[in-house]
């Protein structure tokens, strides 16, 4: 029991071809490939005037590229060609397809650029996913 302690665990560094519908809790170092804004609209919620953004964002690594959906302060960051750091990442279904999103309770953050190369001919949110129910006897 002494490893117990409540420090913080080391992050698991997960590449993107072992992203899998329905998961979380990923942490993965991607570069962003293209960033397009989907989505901007502000709206009068009390004294300030706040906004919200979505920008679909294609990112990643030497395994593979998923879409990434930034939401508001997130759009920022991502900037083509940045290398950026997704902590608690979740998989998101949309239309049948994967596309990765960082929540409250994840964070996103720029680091170093990385020396990797973007393998561009496996986008993991070009595969459609079909629910199928298990009926169990």
Known sequence: MAESKSGLRKPVFTKVDQLRPGTSGHTLTVKVVSAKMVLQKGRPDGPQIRQMRIAECLVGDETGMIIFTARNDQVDLMKEGSTIILRNAKIDMFKGSMRLAVDKWGRVEVT??????VKE??????????????VEE
Request: aromatic share 10%.
């Open 112 to 117: 170093e650029p990385a020396s990797f190369t």
């Open 121 to 134: 001919d496996n986008n993991l949110s070009l595969i459609e996913y079909e629910l199928v129910n298990v």
